[in-house]
């Protein structure tokens, strides 16, 4: 249970998220349910990190290049603390969760398994994104689950930059010329179908009440920040239906496969290599 | 404004350990130490515990500045080597993450260095912004100490950094981001 995972204190008040694996030796280790939570966590950030790594020496700018591959490195430091914590559950380690598990086996959502697109289409994926985990982070500070809201407070800091840095775009690029302004605007209308699934409750969520955040309760305040940054952008809200959906229990779009491909084959091909 | 509550130990024998622990430099800026960017959470002697040749076990907490920033391991390296060049053989470095690091925790010793080897010190304190327009301190150009600059862009060549331009001398410098 989520109780016990979260007991070990060390003086000072700080926790250590790299002792999970010698906890789980200890015979004390987090709960499924937690574990669970914190792969739907890990698994989001690891799988965007990758798509954002592809923009480094493909971006419009040199600064993008360095931008989005920073914001991809800050998630992957997300992904590598939620996953170490996740993988206590089951005596697994970050890496064996992230090259050694199958696509019915990720928990990510379909928003960050999209593709890239162009920039305009990067950019709404991450003005959705971004704005989704501020309000997410800024909930999980306060988790019942102290490893989780140690995890969240680093990363509200960063996340509030990634936000930044996508509002900023947006309403460059919706109010700018008229060919970014058709590309935002495509972009936002080819993510758009994905957001409803950030929103959903589950039995999971009902379970885990006060240490997840209930993703129904962040949808006004996600709402009223994307209309006050499209309204400044010039740009409309898409009117689309949502996408049949169904990550959070392993059920993917047909890019995650071809993802984990390209992401696990070398660890495959070279089962237990070290640098 | 957030207080960095990691003090030197008051012990002799971790007080030295701290000494050494603290000459370890940032990889990517060397002029600064793991104590001056707060980085440095404690130290402690490690009761009834010794190494091979009799010198106590020695405990080091550190704490990443950015959740992904891949310099700690040569930090962790780093201290581990320095304190076994001066007699400490069992050296136990782990990573926290609560408190989260924040700049409020850099000297001033530190932030004078850093602006001497180029890099214009973090501005302000830390903060969370809750609008989507992003207001800024202004940053001081450290080759001419005009405040006359612009940023070029949000995102530099480290985690923590971003690039700026001087609008007088026309030099780019690395600011280093408030977190």
Redesign the interface.
């Known amino acids: 249970m989520s109780g016990e995972s979260a007991t070990r204190i060390?003086?000072?008040?700080?926790?250590?998220?790299?002792?999970v694996a010698e906890r789980v030796a200890g015979g004390i280790k987090v709960g499924e349910d937690v574990g669970e939570y914190a792969l739907r966590l890990g698994d989001d950030a690891l799988i965007l990190a990758q798509r954002l790594g592809w923009w480094i020496s493909r971006a419009p700018e040199l600064?993008e290049d360095?931008?989005l591959?920073?914001?991809a490195?800050?998630?992957?430091?997300?992904a590598?603390?939620f996953l170490t914590y996740a993988g206590s559950a089951w005596g697994k380690s970050e890496d064996d969760l992230a090259y050694w598990r199958g696509e019915a086996e990720f928990r990510s959502c379909f928003l960050v398994e999209q593709p890239n697109g162009d920039f305009g289409k990067t950019i709404a994926r991450q003005l959705v994104f971004s704005i989704f985990q501020h309000e997410l982070y800024s909930r999980l500070i306060d988790s019942a689950d102290?490893?989780i809201?140690?995890?969240s407070?680093?990363?509200?800091?960063?996340v509030?930059?990634h936000r930044?840095?996508a509002?900023?775009w947006t309403?460059r690029l919706g109010d700018g010329t008229e060919e970014s302004k058709l590309r935002i605007q495509a972009g936002l209308d080819s993510v758009w179908p994905y957001v409803a699934e950030l929103f959903q409750d589950d039995e999971l969520i009902e379970r885990l009440d006060g240490v997840a955040a209930r993703p129904s309760e962040m949808r006004e305040p996600f709402d009223a920040?994307v209309a006050?940054?499209l309204d400044?952008a010039g740009l409309e809200l898409p009117d689309v239906q949502p996408a049949m959906t169904g990550g959070r229990s392993g059920k993917h779009s047909e890019h995650l496969g071809y993802i984990l491909a390209e992401m696990q084959v070398i660890a495959r091909e070279h089962p237990g290599a070290t640098w | 404004m957030s207080t960095n509550t990691a003090v030197r130990p008051a012990e002799a024998e971790a007080a030295r350990a701290w000494d050494i622990a603290a000459t370890v430099c940032d990889p990517e800026i060397p002029v600064i130490n793991i104590a001056e960017l707060g980085i440095l959470r404690s130290v402690d002697v490690v009761p009834e515990e010794f190494d091979d040749n009799g010198n106590p076990a020695v405990d080091v907490t550190i704490t990443p500045t950015y959740s992904g920033c891949p310099a700690m391991d040569a930090i962790k390296d780093d201290v581990v080597a320095a304190l076994g060049e001066q007699g400490y053989g069992d050296v136990r470095v782990r990573l926290v993450l609560a408190p989260a690091w924040t700049t409020d925790w850099m000297t001033d010793s530190g932030k004078a260095k850093l602006e001497e080897y180029g890099i214009a010190p973090p501005t302000g304190m830390a903060a969370l912004r809750t609008g989507p327009i992003s207001l800024g301190l202004s940053v001081k150009c450290p080759q001419c100490n005009s405040l006359n600059t612009r940023e070029l862009t949000r995102f530099g060549s480290t985690s923590c950094k971003a690039l700026y331009q001087c609008n007088e001398c026309k030099e780019p410098f690395d600011y280093f981001k408030v977190l």
């Open positions: 060390t003086p000072g008040n700080a926790l250590r998220p790299e002792d600064e360095v931008a591959g920073n914001i490195l800050d998630l992957l430091g997300h590598r603390s102290e490893t809201a140690a995890i407070a680093k990363a509200l800091k960063e509030d930059y930044d840095h509002i900023q309403i920040l006050q940054v400044e």
